[in-house]
């Protein structure tokens, strides 16, 4: 029998590759040919799924978190010259203490700094993932910083932007956003409305990021003759998207369609018998283009079987008739959730389901780190 795993991380406790190491080496006790794939819709986990994929390397630098405090930080570097930048890592949520989450303050200069040392680096492709942000400024601090970087005088620019230096200097520059949001920047359903009041904003914070928002928008088109406020995803991670839309050009897509497309996920269908996807929590969500739905669309068109766990499923029902041939949930009922997201209970949770599943021998359990 041949398995594709293609798991998203359990957010919070397990990442892609350690959910799959753990399934790994007891679906091969059974005989079983298994090809573990490391995945991630653009979110967290981002940067090592999509570098395992291009065979590339990290490259660590320090940046500024969003409280302008000196991070450590990685983007990666794939061999054709390829920068895969996870925004996350300079402008990530966990990155500030609970009792400092102020997205009015909270900026994504971390990441401008991370760009322009990829481009520095001689990089003129960049994939983007968006997600996990603890921002909410419309990317005007990541704008910034390319300004900074690249020798422009902030000062005298408006919102410390140099729109020309910066389309001088990516010129010939790609840029794809990969992440699964659709928002727009500002409005009932754009960056400061719906997801601000996730990193700490109050209601009278939120009016106040929206306006902002909109301000630079507007500004913004004027200096540049067009617009790209509203299009699809320019509200992801509090605007950022839109920033790299209207200054630098950039494209979105899906990051999970991005990454299957990457490990040549089709062509492993030829041979697959079974698709065991997931995620830490499966829902009605699932079926809004998240990693598990698109890994589903793709098995089903090749007629393979595609199986869906989670530390937690809710909605089978639906999830059963939008074409999963099985929906569980790992965490046996009861289970508290704080010991539930414990990284030794969720490995002993998977191995447990797997053995009730295939039928593996016990011997199994002792070996968890077989190579995928």
């Not at 998203?8 to 790994?24: H, I, Q, R």
């Not at 230096?165 to 009932?188: E, H, I, M, Q």
């Not at 508290?336 to 997201?341: F, N, S």
Request: hydrophobic residues 45%; aromatic residues 6%.
């Amino acid at each position: 029998m041949n398995i594709v795993l293609a798991i998203d991380s359990f957010k919070g406790c397990l990442t892609s590759e350690e959910v799959e190491d753990t399934l790994a080496p007891v679906l091969r006790a059974t005989g079983a040919r298994v090809h573990a794939l490391p995945m991630s819709d653009g979110g967290e986990g981002m940067l090592h799924a999509f570098i395992a994929a291009l065979d590339g390397r990290m490259v660590e630098l320090t940046v500024h978190d969003p409280l302008m405090r000196p991070v450590r930080a990685c983007y990666g570097l794939a061999p054709d010259g390829t920068a895969v930048i996870e925004t996350a890592q300079a402008c990530g949520l966990t990155l500030i203490p609970p009792h400092r989450r102020n997205p009015l303050t909270a900026s994504t200069y971390g990441v401008g700094q991370l760009v322009a040392h990829a481009l520095k680096n001689g990089c003129r492709r960049f994939i983007i993932g968006l997600g996990g942000s603890g921002t909410s400024d419309a990317g005007v601090g990541m704008l910034r910083a390319l300004t900074d970087a690249l020798g422009g005088d902030s000062e005298r620019c408006p919102y410390g932007i140099d729109h020309a230096l910066l389309a001088r200097a990516t010129r010939g520059c790609s840029f794809v956003l990969a992440s699964d949001v659709r928002n727009p920047l500002y409005g009932a359903d754009g960056a400061a409305r719906v997801f601000a009041p996730q990193k700490g904003a109050t209601p009278a914070m939120v009016d106040e990021l929206d306006r902002r928002a909109r301000d630079f928008a507007l500004l913004s088109a004027r200096h540049m003759g067009y617009d790209r406020s509203l299009m699809p995803g320019a509200g992801a991670a509090g605007g950022l998207g839109y920033a790299f839309m209207q200054y630098l050009g950039a494209t979105a897509a899906s990051g999970a369609d991005l990454l299957l497309e990457l490990v040549h996920f089709d062509r492993l269908m030829a041979d697959a018998d079974l698709v065991i996807t997931g995620e830490g929590h499966a829902d009605r969500q699932t079926l809004m283009g998240k990693l598990p739905e698109r890994v589903l669309q793709k098995a089903l068109a090749h007629g393979v079987a595609t199986w869906l766990i989670a530390g937690r499923a809710d909605h089978t029902e639906a999830l059963l008739r939008a074409g999963f041939a099985r929906v569980e949930s790992i965490t046996p009922p009861g289970t508290d959730l704080r010991e539930a997201v414990r990284p030794d209970t969720a490995r002993r949770n998977l191995r447990a389901w797997a053995f009730r599943t295939f039928g593996t021998p016990a011997s199994a359990e002792e070996d968890t780190h077989t190579p995928a």
